[in-house]
């Protein structure tokens, strides 16, 4: 679909949707301007969803309502120099965590927020979503937030607590 397309598909009116979510795979690997854009000019809110690993555009900085950021922790096999100060540059921008391991991840985050200068307050920190025990890795990763005095805000995918692993939640 071509950007109007796409923005011709959006309600408008007393059907309007207040916010519109870019995600799915990296939205930043295609060009979004014209479509940030044009949600714009129909009054919408923009969120764009995104890993952090590509600088937005200029126009993206100064359309994008929202930035929800999920880097990758060493976690997820690999390390790398978290490139994210052009957060700085935006209106409002939260970042998510997968959380693996508690005790080691929650350290790491902690490191990435200072190294960055973000405060605790925006970013969530979620269990990983494959994880069978779910329900589990949510309380544990409460409490060793809670009781190893990180402070941050805890996320959850609230389909895996309601249904588990079942297929099309």
Not at 10 to 21: F, I, R
Not at 135 to 150: K, T
């Amino acid at each position: 679909m071509t950007e109007e397309e796409v923005a011709n598909t959006l309600p408008l009116g007393d059907l309007a949707v207040p916010l519109v979510s870019i995600t799915g795979g990296e939205p930043l690997l295609q060009n979004l301007d014209q479509l940030v854009l044009m949600a714009k000019k129909y009054s919408h809110r923009v969120l764009v969803e995104t890993n952090g690993t590509i600088r937005p555009s200029y126009t993206l900085l100064e359309n994008v309502d929202i930035w929800s950021v999920s880097p990758k922790l060493s976690n997820a096999g690999f390390v790398r120099d978290f490139g994210l100060e052009w957060l700085q540059d935006t209106k409002s921008f939260y970042i998510k965590l997968v959380i693996t391991n508690p005790r080691e991840d929650l350290v790491e985050a902690k490191t990435l927020c200072q190294k960055l200068g973000l405060r605790r307050g925006d970013v969530f920190v979620q269990p990983d979503g494959n994880r069978p025990d779910y329900s589990e890795a949510l309380a544990c990763l409460i409490e060793q937030n809670l009781h190893g005095g990180f402070g941050f805000r805890v996320g959850l995918q609230l389909q895996r607590v309601v249904w588990g692993h079942k297929r099309g939640t």
